[in-house]
Antibody
Framework: QVQLQESGPGLVKPSETLSLTCTVS????????WSWIRQPPGKGLEWIGY???????NYNPSLKSRIAISVDTSKNQFSLRLSSVTAADTAVYYC????????????WGQGTLVTVSS | QSVLTQSPSASGTPGQRLTISCSGS????????VHWYQQLPATAPKLLIY???QRPSGVPDRFSGSKSGTSASLAISGLRSEDEADYYC???????????FGGGTKLTVL
């Protein structure tokens, strides 16, 4: 069974870039498509974007100018970079497998809390 | 404000059958599959129902999903205390070209 694990700094300063990695185990990253989702404290889920196993990406229009999602097949990892962060970007960030034959998310990682604060 | 609309809360007693609804539009639920996620307290969301009414392996048949027009429902029968969680509906939106979620429904088992 494929398992995902997010990692990265838990604290980022305003205006800096948030960088997170999702490590995939139990399967090849080339087999699936991948997505990032976030959840501000006490609030609902927000889709951030996805990357196909081909490398093509699609991002939430509200975040598009600040996001980059990439894959490192040699490490079986994919990554999220979110630039010019503000306090509004404080959230638990999740990675998950995206099934495009329906656009649903499975095998979520446990999530990692990122706080934006000086 | 979420594109998919859910009631913020719902409650029921053990053994009861309960329904959670999700309302959308022609660009999302009306033309695409609906999925449901369960988020137990302090845990990551988990896929509960996909493609309107399909259950992943391991999800009890007490959970069922349906869709009609631009609305969808999640039904839970034989309610248990361990069903206390937040439930989110989700769908692809053709207009936004992305995945959208409902605001979530917090289920309390009395």
């Amino acid at each position: 069974q494929v398992q995902l694990q997010e990692s990265g700094p838990g604290l980022v300063k305003p205006s800096e870039t948030l960088s997170l990695t999702c490590t995939v185990s139990g399967g090849s990253i080339s087999t699936f498509h991948w997505s990032w989702i976030r959840q501000p404290p006490g609030k609902g889920l927000e889709w951030i974007g996805y990357i196909y196993n081909s490398g093509r990406t699609n991002y939430n229009p509200s975040l598009k100018s600040r996001i980059a999602i990439s894959v490192d097949t040699s490490k079986n990892q994919f990554s999220l970079r979110l630039s010019s962060v503000t306090a509004a970007d404080t959230a638990v960030y999740y990675c998950a497998i995206l099934y495009i034959d329906g656009w649903y998310l499975d095998s979520w990682g446990q999530g990692t809390l990122v706080t934006v604060s000086s | 404000q979420s594109v998919l609309t859910q009631s913020p809360s719902a409650s029921g007693t053990p053994g009861q059958r309960l329904t959670i609804s999700c309302s959308g539009s022609s660009s999302n639920i009306g033309s695409n599959y609906v999925h449901w996620y369960q988020q137990l307290p302090a845990t990551a969301p988990k896929l509960l129902i996909y493609r309107n009414n399909q259950r992943p392996s391991g999800v009890p048949d007490r959970f069922s999903g349906s869709k009609s027009g631009t609305s969808a429902s999640l039904a839970i029968s034989g309610l248990r205390s361990e069903d206390e969680a937040d439930y989110y509906c989700a769908a692809w939106d053709d207009r936004l070209r992305g995945v959208i979620f409902g605001g979530g429904t917090k289920l309390t088992v009395l």
